[in-house]
């Protein structure tokens, strides 16, 4: 122990001489930096001269303005300095551990009464009753409500684990940085790459782009257009235009709402401002879903009933005991005190009753099957952000999907076009090219872009990161013409030149990037949606010279466009301009519209992105689960409809129909058009928030898709939203409610299916637990009022309880779903948990268990050669009772696999090996039980004949339940 001590001393020891060397090294403290961003602020000024601005940041952490981090020993360095200015991560919300939870149980007022009636029960037992064995039944009541309580604690503490879990996940967002990197045969300093924000450190190069949220806090060093919204922090939602110049300070949790920037870190994790608001306002998330509301509220009204039920049990046995009391009184006997007794195991029976009539087996089967597939969904590639959605999901009746990434595959290749007003059919040279526009339309290609390329050394090929669309041109330029666009790039990419950058947005179709010139004028950039930047030219490259464009050269090159998107391409037009220094205010273009007309046509790109291979089928699987897929999309009308015919959305009568055309119509003019309406072209994000407004208003369940900043207020009126992971910025995810992981719509129909699973499997449940709740109220009722006595003993009870609770949640709550369920239509909104088939069946197999257990109770003395007034008999003869119902159960949980009157009740059963391990445990403890908890149980050994009854009346629930589900019933 000594030495072990030791160790630890000198490991700590070693910690400690590093933190000092560091400190030493970067000569300034985590705490120092981290107030260099505190808003609201006067001194962070003066504390920024004084340290020397963002390059005497630069200087003091070792970095490079320009490059980031060095490459060399890139590990060590960042390891390094996560030790010293901590990492960028923050304080979970504390979850209660195993223990504190086990000690919580013991807070219901049921279960302390039952404890203390329990305790009363042993002492008399013991004492009065039988002083050998009197004991046993009070020990295991205490000994069960412990096992219950000790099973409710690992149930609870699981969920804490998962949902901890799922929060990792959830909250591990990636973002872009800039360190120097080598890749593929070129060495380029200060390449872009997407990291988790987990792994951001002081001293890292971030960039930032529209929807990102900015990872940790830092000071501005270079902006274009760039405004942050840090309504987080401040309070304030007016959107804040950040500057170098003006206002610096990045502060990790704020988002940026508009153009680009690029920062220094100087405080991560819990320096940082957002990590300061964490540690003080951390709190455990609220989890209950609409299901779990309604099913408290069931489970709520159930639990009076069974109230009611004990309260009637009670007062029948305690009238008993007062009639059989004044009898013996009559015949002059004396009070005794074994008369207490039978007090006691009344008002036990009354308390067990109420135990097991009160579901609150039916939330945590919610939370059970939630966690489940929000599990296996994250298999999927589907991350639930919010769990109702889980459920709402598979209610779904209609999706409004984007098509890019989606329905495509997202791999986009310049394939064709036009290029200085000459046709191509493929890729042309750059021999064939006039040199002098070339130049122009290389430096369009690679300064009016945000996308970038990272070679993959395993595949010999580049990947996009960013605009696919920016991408696809960034390919043609590097592997065509093999022209090195990052050195273009940062040619024209510094102080000296760089003007302005007016990002893309789906509401402009477009985007520009402005310089200056050597001669002090201006060049424009100009590029986005064919038809739209068309219109805005007025000139165009022909015969290698610049050439009006008269209506004649417009209407061949809107021809060709339109012959392009009928074959399912995306076009996009390249455009330039040049103008004077008067346009552009102290080096800022106010009305940028008067910047973007009387452009250059330099040339129109057909882009091809093939649609994936299995969207047809999930398409045709939406349709066929009663779920309609419209397509709402940036795109041109032609472009839409070609690629929305190959995967099966526009229909012969289906409507395809422009964004402007749409949102020019009268309200009610829409309405009657909608249920037709399958694609939705050239729509801007007002457009998707109208169409998702109305679909609501004709009672649709609504699904609809988002990657970008403007998709937000669509996103979140949606019932559902669904985030893009690959192609969706930061802003997006944070208004979704799922997030598809792969960008797939194939994985969109696995949440319907997951979704329909949920709320099917707490049906099962649901009719399962409530067939159990009837038969033993309503035996325990009958058989005190007729003189039966308690043949379901209060421990049996309690056993039963444990089965309905917890074991048969998880069995039937993780019944993995099937494509079955994607043959179906929705469930309406107004449909009751308990449909008419769920009634039916409850009721059935509720009638059929009652008649077996009165008919044993009335009849199985003689059946089985047992004499009910004899003690010992009548114990066998209850034991009997309690086997039998309890195999009931178990064969009837088998039936509860299925609720819509599906014939075969086996179907997909050894898919589930979840419910077939704890089916075959049930009664694996069932036999330990009977055959071993003697006293304790109120058992006894039961011979084979015995059992064999017992099995062959609990088995006829199966075939009875066939014959059961012939008898007509609603399902809804």
């Known amino acids: 122990m000594k030495n072990q001590n030791n160790i630890l001393e000198d490991k700590n020891l070693n910690v400690q001489q590093k933190l000092d060397e560091l400190k030493n090294e970067y000569k300034t403290t985590p705490e120092l930096l981290g107030d260099l961003c505190s808003p609201n602020d006067p001194t962070n000024t003066e504390k920024l001269e004084k340290i020397g601005g963002p390059q005497g940041i630069a200087k003091t952490l070792q970095t490079n303005l320009r490059n980031g981090l060095p490459h060399e020993d890139l590990k ?60 046993a039944e009070g020990t295991a009541i205490l000994i069960a409500v412990l096992i219950v309580s000790f099973v409710t604690a690992i149930k609870d503490h699981q969920k804490g684990m998962q949902f901890r879990e799922f929060n990792k996940i959830r909250n591990n967002t990636r973002c872009m940085v800039i360190r120097e990197k080598l890749y593929g045969k070129y060495e380029i300093e200060g390449v872009k790459q997407a990291i988790s924000i987990h792994d951001i450190v002081v001293g890292d190069i971030v960039s930032l782009d529209p929807g990102s949220k900015v990872p940790a806090d830092g000071i501005l060093y270079r902006a274009y257009g760039l405004k942050t919204n840090e309504s987080f922090l401040t309070g304030k939602s007016d959107e804040v235009r950040k500057t170098p110049n003006e206002d610096c300070w990045m502060m990790s949790g704020t988002v940026v709402t508009q153009g680009e920037g690029t920062y220094i870190v100087t405080a991560v994790g819990k320096h940082s401002q957002y990590g300061k608001i964490m540690e003080k306002a951390i709190g455990k998330e609220d989890i209950n879903t609409p299901l779990q509301d309604k099913l408290e509220i069931m489970a709520d009204q159930i639990g009076k009933l069974g109230l009611y039920s004990a309260l009637l049990t009670v007062i029948v046995l305690l009238i008993k005991w007062g009639f059989k009391l004044y009898g013996r009184i009559n015949e002059g006997q004396n009070f005794e005190f074994h008369d207490l007794v039978e007090i006691t195991n009344a008002i036990i029976i009354g308390i067990t009753i109420v135990v097991v009539a009160v579901p609150e087996g039916l939330p945590v089967a919610v939370t059970i099957s939630l ?242 291979e299995e969207v047809p089928k999930a398409v045709k699987e939406s349709q066929n689960a009663g779920v309609t897929v419209r397509m709402v999309t940036g795109d041109n009308i032609e472009t839409a409809k070609h690629i929305a015919k190959e995967c099966g959305i526009l229909k012969e009568d289906g409507i395809a129909i422009e964004g402007f055309k749409f949102r020019n119509m009268k309200t009610e003019e829409k309405k009657k058009m909608i249920p037709k309406l399958q694609v939705l072209a050239r729509s801007s994000p007002e457009d998707k928030y109208d169409l998702v407004t109305l679909l609501k208003e004709m009672g649709e369940v609504v699904s609809v898709t988002g990657d970008g900043t403007n998709d937000v207020a669509a996103l979140k009126h949606a019932h559902v939203g669904l985030s893009m992971g690959i192609a969706g910025t ?18 969109i129909v696995l949440t319907i299916m997951w979704g329909r699973s949920v709320y099917d499997n ?109 003690a010992q008999d009548k114990l066998h003869l209850d034991c009997i009772v309690f086997n039998t119902f309890v195999l009931m159960q178990v064969f009837n949980e088998i039936n509860c696999r299925k609720i819509n009157d599906e014939p075969n009740i086996f179907k997909g059963i050894f898919n589930n090996w979840i419910f077939c391990g704890f089916w075959i445990g049930i009664i694996l403890i069932q036999v330990i039980v009977v055959e071993f908890g003697g006293s304790f149980f109120s058992t006894v050994h039961l011979n084979a004949f015995e059992w064999g009854v017992s099995s062959f009346l609990g088995f006829l629930s199966i075939p009875l339940g066939f014959f059961f589900r012939l008898i007509p019933a609603t399902s809804d």
């Open 76 to 135: 060590k360095n960042v390891d390094e300095r996560k030790l010293y200015f901590g990492e960028n991560k923050f304080k979970e919300p504390e979850f209660k551990d195993f223990w504190e939870l086990f000690k919580d149980t013991f807070n219901n007022p049921t279960l302390k009464i039952l404890i203390f009636s329990a305790i009363i029960s042993l002492i008399l037992g013991a004492t009065v009753e039988d002083p050998k064995a009197g004991w």
């Open 762 to 870: 707490i049906r099962k449940f649901l009719q399962f637990q409530l067939t159990v709740n009837v038969v033993a109220l309503i035996t325990s009722f009958l058989a005190a009022v007729f003189g039966q006595g308690m043949p379901l003993k209060a421990v049996q009870l309690l056993w039963v309880n444990l089965i309905m609770d917890t074991l048969a949640a998880l069995a039937l709550g993780t019944e993995p779903p099937t494509r079955d369920l994607l043959k179906r239509a929705p469930y309406k909104k107004s449909s009751p948990l308990l449909n008419g088939i769920m009634k039916r069946n409850i009721a059935a197999q509720s009638v059929f268990q009652l008649i077996v257990l009165l008919l044993i109770l009335q009849f199985g003395g003689k059946f089985f050669d047992l004499n009910p007034l004899d």
């Open 730 to 747: 930061y802003v997006a995810k944070e208004a979704s409610d799922i997030v598809i992981l792969d960008d797939n719509f194939q994985s």
């Open 371 to 612: 966690a489940y597939s929000m599990k296996k969904m994250l298999q999927d590639n589907n991350l639930v952000r919010k769990f109702e959605s889980c459920e709402t999901m598979g209610n779904v009746t209609t999706i409004c999907s984007g098509k890019t990434g989606t329905l495509t595959k997202n791999q986009m290749n310049a394939v064709e076009g036009y290029f200085f007003g000459k046709k191509y059919d493929a890729q042309p040279n750059k021999k064939n090219l006039n040199p002098m526009y070339y130049q122009l339309l290389i430096k369009n290609i690679a300064v009016n872009s945000r996308a970038y390329l990272q070679y993959n050394k395993s595949n010999q090929k580049n990947r996009i990161f960013g605009s696919q669309i920016e991408g696809a041109l960034l390919l043609l330029l590097l592997e065509k013409w093999k022209e090195d666009y990052e050195s273009i790039r940062k040619k024209h990419h510094n102080e000296n030149s760089f003007v302005q950058s007016i990002p893309f947005s789906s509401k402009r179709k477009r985007m520009s990037t402005i310089f200056e010139e050597e001669n002090g004028n201006y060049l424009v950039f100009c590029n986005g949606a064919s038809e739209i930047i068309l219109d805005k030219c007025s000139h165009y490259i022909n015969d290698d010279q610049e050439t009006i464009l008269d209506s004649q050269a417009h209407e061949n090159f809107f021809k060709g466009i339109n012959k392009m998107a009928s074959s399912g391409l995306r076009t996009i037009c390249l455009t330039y301009r040049r103008v004077d220094s008067n346009t552009c205010d102290e080096r800022w273009v106010k009305n940028i519209d008067e910047i973007e007309k009387d452009l250059t046509l330099l040339s129109i790109v057909g882009i091809k992105d093939p649609v994936r």
